[in-house]
């Protein structure tokens, strides 16, 4: 089992940038995979990027080039840096860690992309 625990969204104006952190309460050195998925309102949760512990990244189309996942092990977090952000990432951002085919998920944390 894991908590995980979201922080570091907010309002911030097109073309801004956010850096999302997600604390675990355990080890993540274990964990093959962790993620970041968004909801915006109406829409299905969506992935957005996801790194493997031996650092391996992917990311949605959507995203790519603006987005960076990362990881600290030694801190039991992982990271998404947001640059040029556009109205279209408003969402509801979520952590997510996949434990021998268990999902865990955040609270959310929220973030909009507004003028």
């Known amino acids: 089992q894991v908590q995980l625990v979201e922080s570091g969204g907010g309002l911030v104006q097109p073309g801004g940038s956010l850096r999302l952190s997600c604390a675990a309460s355990r080890s993540i050195s274990s964990i093959h995979i962790m993620a970041w998925y968004r909801q915006a309102p109406g829409k299905q949760r969506e992935s957005v990027a996801s790194?493997?512990?031996?650092?391996?990244?992917n990311y949605a189309d959507s995203v790519k080039g603006r987005f960076t996942i990362s990881r600290d092990n030694a801190k039991n977090t992982v990271y998404l840096q947001m640059n040029s952000l556009k109205p279209e990432d408003t969402a509801v951002y979520y952590c997510?860690?996949?434990?021998?085919?268990?999902?865990?998920w955040g609270q959310g944390t929220q973030v909009t992309v507004s003028s």
């Open positions: 790194i493997i512990s031996a650092g391996l990244t």
């Open positions: 997510n860690a996949a434990i021998y085919g268990v999902n865990y």
